[in-house]
């Protein structure tokens, strides 16, 4: 058996393209009005529940100030990422993936379970016996799959006023457009988060056998 | 430091490559493809004539910002001072019968009232209750011809040595909130949102919604107006022209 099928590797270099993309030109976006509010409207200083701070050129794309050449990347890589997001789920669901690695089980969410969990990864001990995934890494590749990436699409959405009369409903859950401009941020820089962490935990554990596992997806002798 | 250098290397390197691949004709012709998928989508998803969100009188925001020309020159002073009546809003281009308008034969058509919320492409947003005539009953009644493919509006301002302008297709142009706003939260237009008249295109962002309108032209194709962008930020700084997104 293949430590990752052909559909995750594929997913998953295509999804890291898009979402570096989609950051960096959401960075020179967010420098044309850096300031977040909550509810429907928002425009002065005053209003903001966050003051964001002009992110330089070298994060940036493109490595100059242009909302209009930021939003073409954007706009574009957009598609890639909506739509392999969509082509993972489905991928995920029909090869049970999603039912075996990564949804949790009840006894997992035993206290003693995740206490146990979180010492071993505060002691780098990365062997985690014969399933794929831990708790803690389940826990968090469901947060990411079922709430950050799928939460980017639909803040996008909520955002486009184009989308505004048949989509309405979704920019009333994120609780009005300025409240779902927030939460694109804030998941936006929590997918940042999540990518932080896992490189380094990536680092810490192997980078070469896991690098070669996202790769050719070869089995290698410890899972 | 390293980690840091590096990291400000790698960033430069990739932002250096980005810039250099979008500057290839390929690319521009693929950026220029996702912007029409995008309109195609949301076309596909939101049927021609569904209405975007109004508002109660409770959400109108406190203020409404103006952007871009807020004060224009020349002759505008003037005709402010004399209560705009001098100005006139021409119906022109592919039409049978165009127009020349008052205020006042705006005022007396049938008038729409909408509290919208209008979105800005910096990212922005503000509430206000438009009022006037909807762009459809102009257009009827100077009988657009067959061959009209886009609806440009020109613009009494100039900014930066360039009139401003800009420009819709039939699909947004006859939509039931597209109106020639005269009224803003009950009172005549603020100067800084585009007195005497103004657009308001609600599916698509602000700067599609030109201000101190002095024209409206039916024409077949917007390659020989401006730059042949459609509209002034499209033609100056590259803006996407559909601005649903």
């Known amino acids: 058996m293949k430590r990752h099928a052909l559909s995750t590797r594929l997913w998953h270099w295509t999804n890291l393209v898009c979402v570096v993309v989609m950051f960096m ?35 940036t794309v493109p490595g100059y100030y242009s909302l209009a050449v930021a939003r073409d990347w954007h706009i574009l890589m957009a598609w890639p990422f909506a739509l392999a997001l969509l082509f993972i789920w489905i991928a995920m669901l029909a090869n049970g993936h999603f039912f075996r690695d990564i949804l949790t089980r009840r006894t997992e969410w035993a206290p003693h379970n995740i206490a146990k969990d979180v010492k071993a990864h505060l002691r780098l001990d990365f062997d985690h016996g014969s399933g794929k995934y831990n708790f803690l ?16 699409v639909f803040t ?23 409240s779902a401009r927030s939460f694109h941020f804030i998941f936006a820089f929590s997918i940042l988060g999540f990518l932080i962490l896992h490189v380094t935990l990536v680092m810490l554990a192997g980078p070469f056998k896991l690098l070669r596992g996202m790769i050719t997806g070869r089995q290698s002798d410890e899972a | 430091m ?65 952007n871009g ?22 119906v022109r281009g592919l039409v049978d019968n165009p127009l020349s308008l008052t205020l006042e034969n705006i005022r007396r058509l049938p008038q729409r009232t909408q509290i919208t919320r209008h979105d800005c492409v910096e990212g ?7 009022a006037g005539p909807q762009l459809s009953i102009l257009l009827e009644a100077a009988g657009l011809q067959d061959d009209a493919r886009f609806i440009v509006f020109r613009c009494f301002d100039n900014l930066s040595g360039s009139d401003y302008y800009e420009s819709v297709d039939l699909v947004d142009a006859f939509h039931p909130q597209t109106i020639v706003a005269h009224m803003l939260n009950g009172e005549p237009l603020p100067v800084r949102n585009g007195a005497p008249l103004r657009m308001r295109i609600e599916r698509q962002l602000g700067y599609k919604h030109a201000k101190y309108l002095t024209g409206i032209e039916a024409v ?15 033609d100056r700084s590259g803006y996407q022209w559909y601005a649903g997104i």
Not at chain 1, 156 to 171: A, D, H, K, L, R
Request: with cysteine.
């Open chain 1, 156 to 178: 996008g959405i909520s955002i486009s006023p184009g989308m505004e009369p048949s989509f309405g409903w979704v920019v009333d859950l994120f609780g009005g457009r300025q």
């Open chain 1, 25 to 59: 030109s959401g960075l020179t976006i967010s420098n044309a009005h850096p300031r977040l509010y909550w509810g429907e409207w928002g425009f002065a200083p005053g209003q903001a529940w966050l003051m964001v701070p002009r992110f330089p050129d070298w994060m």
């Open chain 2, 220 to 234: 077949s194709s917007l390659d020989d107006i401006g730059a042949g962008g459609g509209g002034y930020w499209e």
């Open chain 2, 124 to 130: 922005w947003s503000a509430i206000g209750e438009w």
């Open chain 2, 69 to 90: 020309t807020t004060e224009p020159g020349g002759a505008y002073p003037a005709m402010q001072s004399n209560g705009f009546a001098d100005w006139r809003l021409e």
């Open chain 1, 137 to 152: 890494q389940k826990l968090t590749y469901a947060i990411v799959f079922g709430i950050l990436l799928p939460g980017m």
């Open chain 2, 2 to 66: 390293r980690r840091r250098n590096f990291l400000v290397a790698a960033g430069a390197a990739f932002v250096a490559g980005c810039n250099r691949v979008a500057d290839s004709k390929p690319a521009a012709r693929l950026l220029d493809a996702a912007e029409s998928w995008h309109k195609s989508a949301q076309r596909f998803l939101n049927p021609p004539d569904a209405l975007v969100r109004e508002y109660s009188r409770a959400d109108i925001s406190p203020f409404f910002r103006g």
